[in-house]
């Protein structure tokens, strides 16, 4: 049900699904099951977001501490490929990435810890995003890194230019930007 990927503390979670004539049923978080895994997290917001052309890329965001976020990621209609960033200062795997898919078939979700960079891009079009934080929305704390940052070499499957927000599309690179994440708890 829990894997683990080559960063620390990022973590794949794949929720059974109990299909039936009916369709399914699935326990898509358990504070039991999660805290059992040694994941004890406190939710406190439920974001959705729905992107209608294929090929939109939300990323590389982030909450700078004290309003720092974890984040709980699923896509529950089409599909997309969602990034993770280890940004953690002194952090062994500092400035990998790891990419998973992510569908409404496959049903995984990504668990990203604070202290990452997070983005995905849209592989289907009307793809529907849903995720769990564990600090509230702030946006004074709210912040990108470029999505395409040669540094970052991150091998986004897309077919010509991505769909992007004007945040997204000025967001700076790693080495002109200055990681707060010194100051994580
Ligand atoms: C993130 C967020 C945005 N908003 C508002 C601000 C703005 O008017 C509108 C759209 O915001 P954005 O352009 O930041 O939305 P978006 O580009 O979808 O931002 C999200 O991207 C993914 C990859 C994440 O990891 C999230 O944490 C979040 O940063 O929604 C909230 O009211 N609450 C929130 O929690």
């Known amino acids: 049900m829990f894997e683990p990927t080559d960063i620390p503390d990022l973590t794949i979670f794949r929720p059974k699904r109990h299909g039936d004539a009916r369709g399914f049923f699935s326990e898509v978080w358990s504070r039991a099951a999660f805290e059992a895994a040694g994941l004890a997290f406190d939710w406190v917001q439920d974001n959705h977001s729905r992107s209608a052309e294929a090929g939109t890329l939300r990323g590389l965001h982030y909450q700078a501490p ?53 983005g995905f891009v849209t592989l289907t079009p009307d793809a529907e995003v849903q995720y769990k934080v564990d600090a509230p929305y702030s946006p004074e704390h709210d912040g990108a890194v470029a999505w395409d940052d040669p540094a970052l070499a991150i091998p986004w499957p897309l077919d010509g230019a991505p769909v992007l927000s004007a945040k997204d599309a000025a967001a700076p690179k790693l080495a002109d930007w200055s990681n707060p994440f010194g100051d994580m708890p």
């Open 66 to 118: 004290p309003m720092a976020q974890a984040k709980l990621v699923r896509c529950t209609a089409g599909r997309i490929w969602d990034v993770a960033v280890d940004v953690r200062p002194g952090s062994p795997t500092h400035g990998r990435h790891f990419g998973i898919e992510l569908s409404a078939e496959n049903w995984a979700q990504l668990l990203v810890p604070r202290g990452f960079l997070h």
